[in-house]
């Protein structure tokens, strides 16, 4: 005997092969239940000494009564005339899992359902006909009571009822447009209100007693026993007819109708990713360097270190000689400036504190930024930065080190200082 392979390389390929193996085994189970019933309506059974059909198939197959009736009734609703081997047409693709979920269904929803559809899928339907059935006998007792009249038409008894459900809420923004259309007599793209308001070709809902199908081409609604079948562009009319949208917005329009605002759908909340908690490194205690200050012979130049990034001034402006500052600075000290001790020895200089600032002169016009006194100038590696009057006095600074300057001409813009 030939052997069949089947390759399943994940869940996909899994599900495929067993609904196709259950859309074999639909044929074998209408067979089953064919013979269950014509030795049910034979009495056969009771040559083997059994008193029912189900006595005589729990015993010999351990089915229990459910399931014999259920392989009966799959006979029954779904063979070609109600008895015999062969399954109706219409029914071709349906798992058994499927057929049987469909059993207590009218026959004005099955022929709405299709073999795509999920088993929840139907189960959710039967749901949805159980309450729109209680919703009947309410609004069925109120029209009797009241005695009120009703023009038998589905679409525009229920429209109100639809286009304020939870589920339109969120396709009312693309909707509008077509009713702002069709309120001026305006021609309606049908197809594109049909995939608005079915999204995929296929879907159901319900609204108060009435069941809506929305198929590509049509709506289809039940109520009871009862189906009509509506066109997108009468969809679209009948929303028309809650309420002229003429000179209103949306929001309006929704308010007016529904009593109520219309929800705005908000951005799903970004949850903040779980980091594991790290222990807090213990910071290691620096000692500052203390600050000595050098003797700097007038022929000699202090050799300064070369910093990555750090700015070269002599590209920019003349080298100047380094002098004291004048006399509104008097606070600050020169770095060619000697203290004694008054033992003829020279001791450590005072530093002036390094967050002290030179006041800087902001000018309503002249200059950039730099020599406006705004803003400093940086070296790349911000490790000097100097700070320039438009007098020419500018003040460099290092860490806890400064110097003040004369230049000429501005760093930055190249334009001539002290004029």
């Known amino acids: 005997m030939e052997q069949i392979t089947i390759r399943l390389n994940d869940m996909e390929d899994v599900k495929r092969e067993i609904d196709n193996c259950q859309r074999k085994a639909v044929t074998s189970v209408v067979e089953l239940g064919y013979i269950l ?61 499927k057929l049987s979920e469909m059993l207590t269904l009218p026959d004005n929803i099955r022929e709405e359902l299709n073999p795509d559809m999920k088993r929840e899928d139907i189960r959710e339907v039967k749901r949805e006909m159980k309450e729109a059935a209680e919703v009947e006998k309410e609004v069925n007792f109120a029209a009797k009571v009241t005695l009120e009249s009703t023009d038998n038409n589905f679409l525009t008894d229920s429209i109100e009822l639809l286009l304020g459900s939870k589920e339109f809420e969120t396709r009312m923004e693309s909707l509008w447009p077509y009713i702002k259309t069709a309120a001026v007599g305006g021609k309606v793209d049908i197809e594109s209100v049909a995939v608005t308001v079915s999204g995929t070709g296929f879907g159901f809902t319900r609204a108060g007693a009435y069941m809506y199908f929305f198929k590509n081409e049509d709506i289809r609604i039940t109520k009871g026993q009862e189906k009509k079948s509506y ?64 003797m700097v012979n007038e022929s000699q130049e202090k050799e300064e270190p070369e910093c990555e990034g750090q700015t070269e001034l002599s590209s920019f402006a003349e080298k100047e000689k380094i002098e004291y500052e004048k006399e509104d600075n008097k606070n600050e000290t020169s770095l060619t400036e000697n203290d004694s001790d008054g033992s003829g020895n ?35 590696d911000g490790e000097f930065r100097i700070t320039v009057k438009r ?9 806890i080190y400064h110097a003040i300057l004369e230049l000429n001409y501005c760093p930055r813009c190249g334009e001539e200082l002290g004029k």
């Open 231 to 294: 066109g997108y562009d009468d969809f679209v009319q009948a929303a028309v007819a809650l309420k002229n949208p003429s000179g209103m917005t949306l929001e309006e329009w929704y308010e007016e109708v529904f009593g109520r605002q219309l929800p705005k759908e908000e951005p799903p909340e970004e949850k903040p990713e779980k980091k594991n908690p790290k222990k807090p490194e213990k910071k290691k205690e620096v000692k500052k360097p203390v600050a000595e200050r050098e």
């Open 346 to 380: 020279e001791s450590e200089r005072k530093v002036a504190p390094a967050h002290q600032e030179p006041e800087t002169e902001v000018l309503e016009s002249g200059g950039c930024e730099v020599c406006s006194g705004r803003i400093p100038m940086k070296a790349n």
């Open 391 to 399: 007098s020419g006095l500018a003040r460099i600074e290092r860490g």
């Open 37 to 97: 019933r014509k030795a049910d309506d034979a009495e056969l059974f009771r040559e083997a000494g059994y008193s029912s059909i189900f006595k005589f198939a729990e015993a010999e197959y351990g089915w229990n009564q459910s399931q014999t009736s259920r392989f009966m009734d799959i006979n029954r609703e779904f063979s070609e005339g109600g008895y015999s081997t062969v399954l109706q047409e219409r029914y071709m693709g349906y798992g058994q899992a």
